[in-house]
């Protein structure tokens, strides 16, 4: 409720044409995080599509496929929905290889750095580092 009062000023920003898809994977439903990653970003001008928690990976692919993001990025709270995060990393790299992909939530900090094994572009910890490294990193601002 509280994040919503932010709307006008967050969707008041003026798009730069670049696209990002997040959301939380398989049966995750701790959607807080990935939500106000969605809303960092559209406040930087991205065009933030926001999948919501619990998502199906092929709904991800789909979703992928219909709005060809730059960057699709992926929260996980509770350990139990790592090897399901993990899936459509694969999944994801597997069908669009150029696609950039990031991951963060608080089940990797307790992960011993498990993504290091994953073919991801970026784990962040912050919304704000995560932000940072897309405007210079995927598009090169």
């Known amino acids: 409720m509280v994040l919503s009062m932010f709307y006008p000023t967050i969707f008041s920003k003026r ?5 990002v898809i997040t959301c939380c994977v398989g049966n995750e439903l701790h959607e807080m995080g990935g939500r106000m ?3 960092l970003f559209e406040y930087h001008g991205w065009d933030s599509i926001y999948l919501g928690a619990a998502v199906p990976v092929p709904a991800l692919l789909h979703a992928v496929e219909e709005h060809k993001p730059l960057l699709v990025t992926l929260s996980v709270t509770m350990p139990q929905f790592l ?4 899936g459509a990393v694969y999944t994801l790299r597997e069908a669009f290889p150029s696609l950039r992909i990031a991951v963060g939530g608080r089940a990797f900090t307790i992960s011993d750095e498990i993504y290091r094994k994953w073919p991801i572009d970026k784990y962040s910890k912050l919304a704000t580092d995560l932000i940072d490294w897309a405007q210079t990193t995927v598009v090169g601002v």
């Not at 798009?15 to 696209?19: D, G, L």
């Not at 090897?83 to 993990?86: D, H, I, L, S």
Request: charged residues 40%.
């Open 37 to 39: 990653v969605s809303d």
């Open 83 to 86: 090897e399901t995060c993990r």
């Open 15 to 19: 798009s730069q044409n670049r696209k």
